[in-house]
């Protein structure tokens, strides 16, 4: 089964004068349940642009997407993002943890929104997921009293504990030293292969590229 189906996807921006800037010209990805595939290119090839378009963060303007067997090419803005807060999960280079909370509270936080959960079914949730990180014994750390690595760790509990179809990735450790991204990627491979997750990672870094499934380039506003 295809978690992901694009097809046809194009983008682009509007230039002074009336000029249009493609980006995205024809994007055609599936991506089947539990399988991790890397998106690769040169700086301004448009990997982010993708992200943002497969992760409902942007509306799809040409082509059309199926995510976790619906199709989500013309939803309103409201439908497009419950369909996003229930099915997909997004780790980005930055951590954006909340300071003030601790690792418990972040990985907590979006199960507060939406599903209605009690708080021990929170709290199974959240256990889960910082055990599938291994930082259950940090759960009452702060993000100032964990290391880069060990807050990346956190954001991807985070964006496992709702149970996504998919999680996406953009530059995920791009933030680390080459251990630390190592042990950060295993993790995040480990996770979503053993909860049958979807993974999308954007990257530069051929390492990152070649721990995944399957690596394809984005080459002139295509998928190669």
């Known amino acids: 089964m295809n978690v992901i189906e694009a097809d046809g996807l194009c983008h682009g921006v509007w230039l002074p004068g009336r000029q249009r800037l493609d980006i995205l010209r024809g994007v055609e990805l599936a991506v089947a349940e539990g399988e991790s595939v890397a998106i690769t290119g040169r700086s301004g090839s448009g990997k982010t642009t993708l992200l943002a378009l497969l992760g409902l963060l942007t509306p799809v303007g040409e082509g059309t997407l199926a995510i976790a067997g619906r199709n989500v090419t013309n939803l309103s803005d409201r439908n497009r993002a419950l369909w996003r807060n229930e099915h997909i999960g997004f780790v980005f280079q930055s951590y954006s943890l909340v300071r003030h909370l601790s690792a418990y509270r972040n990985v907590e936080l979006p199960l507060r929104y939406g599903e209605g959960l009690h708080y021990r079914q ?83 870094d051929p390492q990152v590229a070649q721990g995944m499934d399957r690596v394809v380039r984005l080459m002139d506003g295509r998928l190669a």
Do not use: F, M, N, Y
């Open 122 to 204: 929170r709290a199974q949730r959240v256990e889960s997921a910082l055990d599938s990180v291994g930082l259950r014994d940090r759960a009452r750390s702060k993000p100032r009293q964990l290391s880069g690595g060990e807050q990346q760790r956190v954001a991807i509990a985070r964006a496992l504990v709702r149970h996504p179809a998919v999680i996406l990735a953009d530059e995920p450790t791009g933030a680390l030293d080459v251990d630390t991204a190592s042990t950060v990627l295993r993790t995040l491979r480990t996770a979503c292969r053993e909860r049958r997750t979807t993974l999308v990672v954007v990257t530069h």
